[in-house]
């Protein structure tokens, strides 16, 4: 069974950039769906992006033109490449495979 584990979250004034990873292990990642979630405090969560195999991908309204998800099948990873950040982008973010969740990494956009 896939295990995900994210990494690269910290805190990060706004209009900064951070790089989230997702590596999975116990699955290959190249013939599925991956997703990145997201989840602030009092909130929901929330649909971020999308990675469709065949490198389709789809983003929230609230990211696009700032985020840039990627995969690297080769490394069994997925990448959240976060530019401009904002303020409202501070959350717990995660990664998502079929019903498997990674424990998530946080992200604090604050000066």
């Known amino acids: 069974q896939v295990q995900l584990l994210e990494s690269g979250g910290g805190l990060v004034q706004p209009g900064g950039s951070l790089r989230l990873s997702c590596v999975a292990s116990?699955?290959?990642?190249?013939?599925?769906?991956m997703a990145w979630y997201r989840q602030a405090p009092g909130k929901q969560r929330e649909l971020v992006a999308v990675?469709?195999?065949?490198?389709?991908?789809n983003y929230a309204d609230s990211v696009k033109g700032r985020f840039t998800a990627s995969r690297d099948n080769a490394k069994n990873t997925v990448y959240l490449q976060m530019n401009g950040l904002k303020p409202e982008d501070t959350a717990i973010y995660y990664c998502k495979q079929g019903t498997r969740w990674g424990q998530g990494t946080q992200v604090t956009v604050s000066s």
């Open positions: 116990g699955s290959s990642i190249s013939l599925y769906t």
């Open positions: 990675l469709i195999p065949g490198d389709n991908t």
